[in-house]
C-alpha cells in the first residue's frame, strides 16, 4: 500500500535514513522548526539505507556529480542557516 512517510533529519553533514526500497523522495521543508523529508513509500516492501547529504551554501561537497541526487534547499532563523539537500546513490 502506498504512503507518505515523513522523517526528521538532522543537520549533520551525513546521514542514513531506513526507507522502504523503491521509495520515491517528494519534498524537504521546516515543519515546526524541524528538517522534514517525505517520501512516497509502499509500505510493504522491506526497508533499505539511504544516505543523504546536507551542506551549507560555499561549502565544499566531496562526492561526485555523479553520486548526487539533488533533493532540495531549507532555511532556518530567517534565512541565516541555508542548507542543501542530496542523496547519495
Given at each position: 500500500?502506498?504512503?507518505?512517510?515523513?522523517?526528521?533529519?538532522?543537520?549533520?553533514?551525513?546521514?542514513?535514513?531506513?526507507?522502504?526500497?523503491?521509495?520515491?523522495?517528494l519534498?524537504?521543508?521546516?515543519?515546526?522548526?524541524?528538517?522534514?523529508?517525505?517520501?512516497l513509500?509502499?509500505?510493504?516492501?522491506?526497508?533499505?539505507?539511504?544516505?543523504?547529504?546536507?551542506?551549507?551554501?560555499?561549502?565544499?561537497?566531496?562526492?561526485?556529480?555523479?553520486?548526487?541526487?539533488?533533493?532540495?534547499?531549507?532555511?532556518?532563523?530567517?534565512?541565516?542557516?541555508?542548507?542543501?539537500?542530496?542523496?547519495?546513490?
Amino acid at each position: 500500500m502506498k504512503t507518505v512517510f515523513k522523517y526528521k533529519l538532522e543537520t549533520t553533514e551525513h546521514q542514513i535514513l531506513k526507507i522502504p526500497r523503491g521509495g520515491k523522495i517528494l519534498t524537504v521543508q521546516i515543519q515546526q522548526n524541524d528538517v522534514v523529508l517525505w517520501v512516497l513509500v509502499d509500505a510493504d516492501k522491506e526497508y533499505e539505507n539511504r544516505t543523504f547529504i546536507i551542506v551549507g551554501t560555499g561549502h565544499p561537497i566531496y562526492e561526485t556529480d555523479k553520486e548526487l541526487i539533488y533533493i532540495g534547499t531549507y532555511q532556518l532563523s530567517d534565512g541565516e542557516f541555508t542548507r542543501h539537500v542530496f542523496e547519495k546513490v
